[in-house]
């Protein structure tokens, strides 16, 4: 009778054991596909520090923005709500500090669906050669390329009228910096595997040459502090 018992506690037992397993399976095919197709959850918000992200993402979160905020030194994740965008999409605001900001991007990046990639049109020329080797490493990312994760390049800041240069002067500006980066970093990249699609672009370099290889750059202006956002919003829309 105790043996009968004991059989069948094991039978159960072996069957929990199988689910358990199987459970592990279709998860894990779950997440390969998941990353395989590009179909993050996450909207990543980058840029040089001091460019608007952390004010960006309290308008995005309709949380208002107020002057003055400090600079992040580590990732704030929060969640998108408007009603242009049908579902509610997570959001992180990467730290622009050189120190800290590659390694929380490399953190975030596997679940990236989107980024934008902010740009302080006021003090861009001071900054332009920081920027570009910013924007450099997101389009050469292995992660975001082999994704063709779409990335929005923002000039935050037109609210400062004839003081902020406009978009399509920084995506000129960026292109050519980025020509000259895919000439000086190609040795050191290739090594990593990193930079792999943008040694392939047609030269000189530019973001309608990326898009022929599946990753789209697409511009568009803001002012996060007066929640002018509209352009962003309706890219989100889109691509979130
Ligand atoms: N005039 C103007 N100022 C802005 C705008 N967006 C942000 N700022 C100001 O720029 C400064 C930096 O903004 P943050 O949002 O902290 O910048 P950040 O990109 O998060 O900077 P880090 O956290 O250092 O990477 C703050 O003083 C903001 O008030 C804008 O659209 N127009
Ligand atoms: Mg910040």
Same mark, same amino acid.
């Given at each position: 009778?105790?043996?009968?018992?004991?059989?069948?506690?094991?039978?159960?037992?072996?069957?929990?054991?199988?689910?358990?397993?199987?459970?592990?399976?279709?998860?894990?095919?779950?997440?390969?596909?998941?990353?395989?197709?590009?179909? =993050?959850?996450?909207?990543?918000?980058?840029?040089?520090?001091?460019?608007?992200?952390?004010?960006?993402?309290?308008?995005?979160?309709?949380?208002?923005?107020?002057? =003055?905020?400090?600079?992040?030194?580590?990732?704030?994740?929060?969640?998108?709500?408007?009603?242009?965008?049908?579902?509610?999409?997570?959001?992180?605001?990467?730290?622009?500090?050189?120190?800290?900001?590659?390694?929380? !991007?490399?953190?975030?990046?596997?679940?990236?669906?989107?980024?934008?990639?902010?740009?302080?049109?006021?003090?861009?020329?001071?900054?332009?050669?920081?920027?570009?080797?910013?924007?450099?490493?997101?389009?050469?990312?292995?992660?975001?390329?082999?994704?063709?994760?779409?990335?929005?390049?923002?000039?935050?800041?037109?609210?400062?009228?004839?003081?902020?240069?406009?978009?399509?002067?920084?995506?000129?500006?960026?292109?050519?910096?980025?020509?000259?980066?895919?000439?000086?970093?190609?040795?050191?990249?290739?090594?990593?595997?990193? =930079?792999?699609?943008?040694?392939?672009?047609?030269?000189? !370099?530019?973001?309608?040459?990326?898009?022929?290889? =599946?990753?789209?750059?697409?511009?568009?202006?803001?002012?996060?502090?007066?929640?002018?956002?509209?352009?962003?919003?309706?890219?989100?829309?889109?691509?979130?």
């Amino acid at each position: 009778m105790q043996q009968l018992q004991l059989r069948e506690m094991l039978g159960s037992m072996q069957i929990l054991y199988m689910l358990l397993v199987l459970g592990i399976i279709l998860c894990l095919i779950t997440y390969i596909l998941h990353w395989k197709v590009g179909s =993050g959850d996450t909207v990543l918000l980058v840029g040089h520090n001091g460019a608007g992200k952390t004010t960006l993402l309290l308008q995005l979160e309709q949380r208002g923005a107020c002057k =003055g905020t400090v600079t992040s030194m580590k990732e704030s994740v929060g969640v998108i709500k408007r009603e242009k965008i049908e579902r509610q999409l997570r959001v992180v605001d990467v730290p622009g500090h050189p120190r800290i900001s590659k390694g929380i !991007f490399v953190r975030h990046c596997d679940r990236a669906k989107a980024i934008v990639f902010l740009v302080d049109s006021i003090d861009f020329m001071v900054q332009k050669d920081q920027v570009a080797e910013h924007l450099y490493d997101v389009l050469a990312s292995r992660t975001i390329s082999s994704r063709k994760v779409p990335v929005l390049l923002a000039a935050n800041k037109v609210d400062c009228g004839a003081k902020a240069h406009s978009v399509e002067f920084i995506r000129k500006r960026l292109e050519k910096a980025l020509d000259q980066l895919c000439v000086t970093r190609a040795d050191v990249d290739a090594e990593g595997g990193e =930079g792999k699609v943008l040694s392939k672009v047609e030269r000189p !370099f530019s973001f309608a040459g990326l898009a022929m290889y =599946g990753s789209q750059v697409t511009t568009a202006s803001c002012s996060a502090l007066h929640g002018d956002i509209r352009e962003v919003v309706h890219w989100l829309s889109q691509h979130g």
